[in-house]
């Protein structure tokens, strides 16, 4: 982990917030780095700067900070849902509700960071393949 709370006060203050430099601040940057580096760098498809992942890390580690856990939350598919009838009460799963990631909180923010190097959701890779005759032919 490259982030340091030293770097997360810095990245804070520029936004007008502040991070005390405790034991709180400490554990909640670990708390960030780690779902950064579950949720987003494997997924990846090509390496983003080292910038755009501390700078997400430290938005993680505000969320973690504000709320201890926060990352740590699941949800079931019927707590993601939305009404879509009122008369005889209606509701809707929204997306698909299947997989660890839907049940993964997600910042807009720490999207938004990582989307240019982002495979998107629940896609593999692309690979390249040789065309063209086999030797054996």
């Known amino acids: 982990m490259t982030a340091t709370v030293e770097g997360?006060?810095?990245y804070a203050a520029?936004?007008?917030d502040t991070v005390a430099d405790d034991a709180d601040s400490a554990a909640a940057l670990v708390r960030?780095?780690?779902?950064v580096a579950r949720f987003y760098l494997n997924r990846?498809?090509?390496?983003a700067?080292?910038?755009v992942v501390d700078e997400a890390t430290y938005e993680a580690a505000k969320l973690e900070l504000a709320n201890p856990g926060f990352f740590s939350k699941t949800y079931t598919a019927d707590q993601q849902k939305v009404l879509t009838?009122?008369?005889s009460i209606q509701w809707t799963v929204r997306g698909d509700a299947s997989g660890a990631e839907a049940a993964t909180p997600i910042s807009t923010t720490i999207e938004a960071m990582f989307y240019p190097y982002m495979l998107e959701r629940g896609k593999t890779p692309a690979f390249l393949m040789s065309i063209g005759r086999s030797p054996g032919l």
């Open 8 to 10: 997360w006060i810095d």
């Open 14 to 16: 520029a936004r007008g």
């Open 32 to 35: 960030g780095s780690d779902y």
């Open 44 to 47: 990846l498809t090509s390496s």
């Open 49 to 51: 700067p080292e910038q």
């Open 85 to 87: 009838k009122v008369g």
